[in-house]
């Protein structure tokens, strides 16, 4: 390894490490600010936080030199991420636990009609 090499190695960490300084600046000074919708504080709260990830998996774990198969791989897990956001507000909508929910099966519709439910 050439003593320029390491130079570049150090200057990029030392670029990440201020980038990610102010990202946390930010999020902290995101947190002070009152969102009339509650999605849209969760929208840039997640939205600095994959920033800041990215940098780390980017740099740290050395994702920019990988393959595509990597990048796949990781374009494949947001489904399931999104999945794993469902999954309360299904929860909270009682379409998981209901006797009969017109999410699952077709004859939920006739029975909350009927007053069965």
């Known amino acids: ?18 980038g990610l ?6 999020t902290v000074a995101v947190s002070y600010i009152h969102f009339e919708m ?10 600095v936080a994959s ?5 780390v998996a ?3 774990m050395h994702l920019n030199n990988e393959k595509k198969m990597i990048h796949q791989i990781l374009i494949l897990s947001i489904p399931f991420l999104i999945m794993l956001f469902a999954i309360p507000i299904m929860w909270k909508a009682d379409l998981v636990t209901s006797e ?3 999410l699952w099966d077709e004859m939920g519709s006739k029975k909350t009609d009927e007053g069965h439910h």
């Open 1 to 18: 390894m050439s003593h320029d090499n390491i130079k570049d190695h150090v200057k990029t960490y030392r670029n990440v490490f201020f």
């Open 100 to 102: 009969s929910s017109p």
């Open 51 to 55: 920033i800041k990830g990215y940098l």
């Open 21 to 26: 300084m102010f990202l946390t600046f930010l």
């Open 38 to 47: 509650i999605w849209l504080g969760v929208f840039v709260g997640l939205l």
């Open 58 to 60: 980017a740099n740290f």
